[in-house]
């Protein structure tokens, strides 16, 4: 672990160096809550220290919150936009990289890590999309974390794009963080990696319960 | 009577009087307040929102903002659902938001007098007539006076965060 890795310690949630804890302060809430704040407005925390020096504390924000780095994919008719930032790599995965894991867990293998798939036409319902993963295009993405290989049908590119709030007239949805224009005047909704990440397992084990009535049988029948 | 007090008493009844937009669902009238309704447009360009109830269309881009739409023939259980050159969009500005809902056709524009407005009977059970401010009776047509507010902000719209204190 280097020293940056441990120095982002303190950013983990529950993580506290406090002796003593009072009913409020010393249990390690308050600079995830930082930390979750400042990635939320597109930014990071960066900590530098060095022993009896001192400590340097930089916190980058973008300039504007309203102008966003896109990369606009399609999905089956359906464009959407991924965070520029969030994007580390896009590829086509092979069929002997993609790797079934409890049954409808799919993991694919990308140089010696394995990353979890999420499929966007099943996550948001995409009609006409791409089923086969081989004939897809795996984009590589980062949030909070963690990396998982997001499934898309066709790249466009990258774009700016001017943030619109959904929440004005709307309400928050889940897996989109806002929204956009496009140059043609149609609207694209801007994707939250790690809230499409809890939307497809959401949708998972939703449909397994569907699935297999019994398991909830045996929930309600043995309270635990 | 003097010609003021006269004056006044015609305001006082003139503000009485309630003036709707009509529009049709299917065979049926329908009718909201005017003052909400902020403009009226053609259905075009409607982006989908994955996981949104059926009556929820999508968002569309009206000179810059996005703006949910809602279609009520979906939401009243209307069983010709189509979109063509006649149907249109009524923007209408309820609770500091801006909502397009979707309409079959939009008529003329009414003006009720207070004993033209019945009040709404209990029932219904895809629109409760906790939605309805009355009833408006003209000559031989029935139109169904939707309090638009109400209904567009209700929770089974899913138009407004539950959790949101707006």
Same mark, same amino acid.
């Given at each position: 672990m280097s020293d940056e890795d441990v120095f982002q310690l303190?950013?983990?949630?529950?993580f506290s160096t406090a002796k003593e804890v009072t009913d409020v302060s010393g249990r390690g809430v308050g600079m995830d809550v930082v930390k979750r704040n400042i990635q939320g407005m597109g930014g990071r925390v960066e900590i530098q220290s060095k022993k009896g020096e001192g400590t340097n504390t930089r916190i980058v924000l973008p300039l504007?919150?309203?102008i966003l780095d896109g990369m606009s994919i399609k999905v089956g008719n359906e464009t959407f936009i991924l965070p520029l930032s969030t994007v580390l790599e896009s590829l086509q995965p092979a069929k002997g990289d993609m790797y079934a894991m409890a049954g409808d867990d799919v993991v694919l293998k990308v140089r010696d890590e394995y990353l979890p798939v999420i499929a966007i036409h099943e996550v948001l319902d995409v009609?006409?999309? $791409?089923? &086969?993963p081989t004939k897809s295009i795996a984009v590589i993405v980062q949030g909070e974390g963690r990396r998982y290989a997001m499934l898309v049908d066709e790249l466009i590119g990258q774009q700016q794009v001017v943030v619109k709030n959904l929440e004005d007239n709307y309400r928050k949805v889940p897996g989109v963080s806002a929204a956009t224009i496009l140059g043609d005047g149609s609207v694209a909704l801007i994707l939250d990696i790690t809230g499409l990440h809890r939307l497809s397992r959401a949708k998972k084990e939703a449909g397994k319960a569907a699935n297999q009535p019994y398991l909830s049988y045996y929930k309600e029948a043995e309270p635990s | 009577m003097s010609q003021a007090t006269n004056e006044a008493v015609l305001a006082a009844a003139e503000a009485e009087n309630r003036e709707f937009l009509v529009f049709s669902l299917g065979d049926e009238e329908y009718a909201i307040d $005017?003052?909400?309704?902020q403009e009226i447009r053609g259905y075009e360009n409607v982006t989908r929102i994955a996981n949104?109830? &059926?009556?929820?269309?999508g968002v569309t881009n009206l000179r810059g903002v996005i703006v949910p739409i809602v279609d009520l023939r979906i939401k009243f259980h209307l069983d010709n659902v189509e979109y063509g050159g006649q149907t249109v969009v009524i923007v209408v500005n309820v609770a500091d938001r801006i909502v397009g809902i979707v309409v079959d056709g939009v008529s003329d524009v009414m003006t009720l007098t207070p004993d033209q407005i019945k009040p709404a009977p209990e029932?219904?059970?895809?629109?409760?007539?906790?939605?309805?401010s009355g009833l408006g009776s003209l000559d031989d047509r029935m139109l169904v006076l939707v309090d638009i507010d109400k209904l567009l902000t209700s929770e089974e719209m899913a138009l407004v965060d539950s959790t949101s204190n707006r």
């Open positions: 303190i950013f983990a949630p529950g504007t919150l309203a009609e006409n999309a $791409i089923t &086969d | $005017i003052l909400k309704v949104a109830p &059926d009556f929820i269309k029932f219904g059970v895809t629109l409760s007539s906790d939605f309805l």
